[in-house]
Nanobody, 122 residues
Framework: QVQLVESGGGLVQAGGSLRLSCAASGRTFSAYAMAWFRQAPGKERVFVARISESGGRTEYADSVKGRFTISRDNVKNTMYLQMDSLKSEDTAVYYC???????????????WGQGTQVTVSS
């Protein structure tokens, strides 16, 4: 099992940047693929980005491609999400997740953090 804790959320103006972190503890971090999801008020939780166990493969939702960058440091047991050119529609609670799947749905991911709020003002 792995425990996940997100940090780095906050309030930012449109066009600005934030970097989220997801610190992992417990079982070997490098054994898991990792992902970011987000959930806006009144909406379902949706896929944002995924990174493979080694960090060699990444994928993104079309809505964030070219603006967000997912990365991981398997020595520090931490995953990151660099968010640039933020838009008001990026406002959501952002969750990190760990698992063994390539699925882009929350049901495929067994481990979750508590979430961190990102608010983008226009």
């Amino acid at each position: 099992q792995v425990q996940l804790v997100e940090s780095g959320g906050g309030l930012v103006q449109a066009g600005g940047s934030l970097r989220l972190s997801c610190a992992a503890s417990g079982r070997t971090f490098s054994a898991y693929a990792m992902a970011w999801f987000r959930q806006a008020p009144g909406k379902e939780r949706v896929f944002v980005a995924r990174i493979s166990e080694s960090g060699g493969r990444t994928e993104y939702a079309d809505s964030v491609k070219g603006r967000f960058t997912i990365s991981r440091d398997n020595v520090k047991n931490t995953m990151y999400l660099q968010m640039d050119s933020l838009k008001s529609e990026d406002t959501a609670v952002y969750y990190c997740s760990a698992g063994y799947t390539a699925l882009r749905i929350p049901q495929g991911w067994p481990y979750w953090g508590q979430g961190t709020q990102v608010t983008v003002s226009s």
